[in-house]
């Protein structure tokens, strides 16, 4: 079975500072990968994904994730952090064989500091 | 483009009790999913809906839970009786799934406590 591993539940980073929220999967094939926030209250909402073409996917609100076979890993980064970044982040997985199912990870809630 | 919606927001019942929460998916979404998310923990898929049709329920609790979507659009979710784990939030999805667009929607979620 597939399954992402969000290192880390809870991330801390000054305004202006790099982002780095760490998601490893596990798969016997390469699979589609997503990254979702999830703001107090609300649903959650695509960041971006990967699904086999570019390796750099580039999502909404400045954040890029790349996509490491060699080191089974889909980190999300964004290069200056800003307030409005708070809130919680998923990594998710789905089969590329079809079926649409998306398998969470735990999430890590993401706090920035002036 | 509307949404996906979900009725009630939040909802607080005694252990035992029933309840039912409502989905009403993006228009022309052939998919509709249901997840719970844990306080702490990433939203479980419960059910998948194709159309009027189940694709998967094999994470939904089926002695107390039950789900069902009436003509393929609409879909409630119902849990009888609840037990205190049962508190969590309960999202809807829906997706269009034709070609590559398989991008799920979310709706806000209505968060159900169980005292």
């Known amino acids: 079975a597939q399954s992402v591993t969000q290192l880390g539940s809870h991330v801390s980073v000054s305004e202006g500072a790099l982002v780095l929220l760490r998601c490893n999967y596990s798969s016997s094939v390469p699979p589609y990968l997503f990254w979702y926030v999830q703001y107090p209250n609300q649903g959650l909402q695509l960041l971006l994904k990967y699904t086999s073409a570019a390796t750099l996917v580039k999502g909404i609100n400045g954040f890029e994730a790349e996509f490491k076979k060699s080191e089974t890993s889909f980190h999300l980064t964004k290069p200056s952090a800003h307030m409005s970044d708070a809130a919680e982040y998923f990594c998710a997985v789905r089969p590329t064989g079809g079926g649409n199912k998306l398998t969470f990870g735990t999430g890590t809630q993401l706090k920035v500091e002036l | 483009e509307a949404g996906v919606a979900q009725s009630p927001r939040y909802k607080i019942i005694e252990k035992r009790q029933s309840v039912a929460f409502w989905c009403n998916p993006i228009s022309g979404h052939a998919t509709l999913y249901w997840y719970q998310q844990i306080l702490g923990q990433g939203p479980k898929l419960l ?58 929607y979310f709706g806000p979620g209505t968060r159900l406590t169980v005292t």
Do not use: H, M
Request: charged share 25%; hydrophobic share 30%; aromatic share 8%.
């Open chain 2, 47 to 104: 059910i998948q809906f194709q159309n009027n049709g189940v694709v998967d329920d094999s994470q939904l609790p089926k002695d107390r839970f039950s789900a069902e979507r009436l003509k393929g659009v609409d879909s409630t979710l119902k849990i009888q009786p609840a037990k205190l784990e049962d508190s969590a939030v309960y999202l809807c999805a829906s997706s269009l799934d034709q070609g590559y667009s398989y991008e799920q």
